[in-house]
């Protein structure tokens, strides 16, 4: 399974059926995502414990939208120090 990190930290992972990819979300957010977007937006029953969400890639409304939920969710993982350095015209 796919993984991506910064400074150590996963923000993202692809499970094997690829059909979606998980992020960092707080839990007291997560539940007004999915409520929001059930589509969009959900949680196996395995993770529910976890501070992450699943992303329906199909659901997706683009690549702007993909690029804000990972950023998003790269931001809950980085230190403080990359974020603060961190603007959407960096490479």
């Known amino acids: 399974m ?3 990190r910064v400074a150590g930290k996963m923000f993202v992972t692809v499970p094997d059926d690829q059909t979606s990819f998980a992020v960092r979300c707080p839990k007291h957010d997560r539940a007004e995502l999915i409520a929001a977007e059930p589509r969009k937006f959900w949680v196996p029953p395995h993770e529910a414990s ?24 790269w931001k809950q993982a980085a230190p403080e120090r990359l974020v603060e350095g961190f603007s959407p015209e960096s490479p």
């Open 2 to 4: 796919p993984t991506f």
């Open 50 to 73: 976890s501070a992450w969400v699943r992303v329906r890639l199909d659901a997706l409304e683009g690549s702007a939208e993909l690029y804000d939920i990972l950023v998003d969710s």
